[in-house]
């Protein structure tokens, strides 16, 4: 199993670009999540997944869409790119019907807008 | 407010047992415990959790207080490889975890 895979790893954006983060999972987690971390500080929420076809927002959601068509992919996408937005992206998921309480995370997107 | 108190750094001997304390005074009865670390900006790894009882797994310990205000993760023999922030996160709700700055540990030989 790959686990979790984020790509692209890095990104540069000009201000009012769009792009989309993408991260898919081969472990049949039905559990997805997106959590932005910005320099010296721990992770934030984004958007969160617990299914095929169900989103919902999590701390930090503005600037920011989801959508979920499939159990593996579960892509962030940013619309019109800010400075504000430039940070490292980490996209996790976790076998929801388990349980167990383990968030699987991929390596990490990082993304600079300039 | 944060719901948990770490210590922002701490050092530790290689091969010798690191404890690091979390303070979570505010916990209510049907929240978690749970503790990951982060290695040099990789994304963050699930060490173990807990809600009353202490547990233990192959990769650490964890000691929960009675009065659950307080626990202990407890690496019993630490390697190089141990180097991370380690996060400590109270929630009842483990599918949106709370990220705090972090207890900084740097295991030196």
């Known amino acids: 199993n790959a686990g979790v895979t984020q790509t692209p790893k890095f990104q540069v954006l000009k201000t009012g670009q769009s792009m989309t983060l993408q991260c898919a999972q081969d472990?049949?987690?039905?559990?997805m999540s997106w959590y932005r971390q910005d320099p010296g500080m721990g992770l934030r929420l984004i958007h969160y997944?617990?299914?095929?076809?169900?989103?919902d927002q999590g701390e930090v959601p503005n600037g920011y869409n989801v959508s979920r068509s499939t159990t593996e992919d579960f892509p962030l996408r940013l619309l019109s790119a800010a400075p504000s937005q430039t940070s490292v992206y980490f996209c996790?998921?976790?076998?929801?019907?388990?349980?167990?309480?383990?968030?699987?995370f991929g390596e990490g997107s990082r993304l600079t807008v300039l | 407010d944060a719901k948990t108190t770490q210590p922002p750094s701490m050092d530790c001997a290689e091969g010798r047992a690191a404890n690091l304390p979390c303070n979570h005074s505010?916990?209510?009865?049907?929240?978690?415990v749970y503790w990951y670390r982060q290695i040099h900006s990789q994304g963050p790894q699930y060490i173990i959790h807990?809600?009353?009882n202490n547990e233990t797994n192959e990769m650490a310990s964890l000691i929960i207080t009675e009065d659950r205000k307080s626990s202990t993760l407890i690496l019993p023999h630490a390697t190089l490889r141990d180097t991370a922030v380690y996060y400590c996160?109270?929630?009842?709700?483990?599918?949106?975890?709370?990220f705090g700055a972090g207890t900084q540990v740097v295991v030196t030989p």
């Open positions: 472990m049949n987690h039905e559990y």
């Open positions: 505010t916990i209510s009865g049907n929240e978690y």
């Open positions: 996160i109270v929630t009842d709700s483990w599918g949106k975890l709370q």
């Open positions: 807990g809600l009353k």
């Open positions: 997944s617990v299914g095929a076809g169900i989103t």
């Open positions: 996790a998921s976790s076998d929801w019907g388990g349980r167990t309480g383990e968030l699987f």
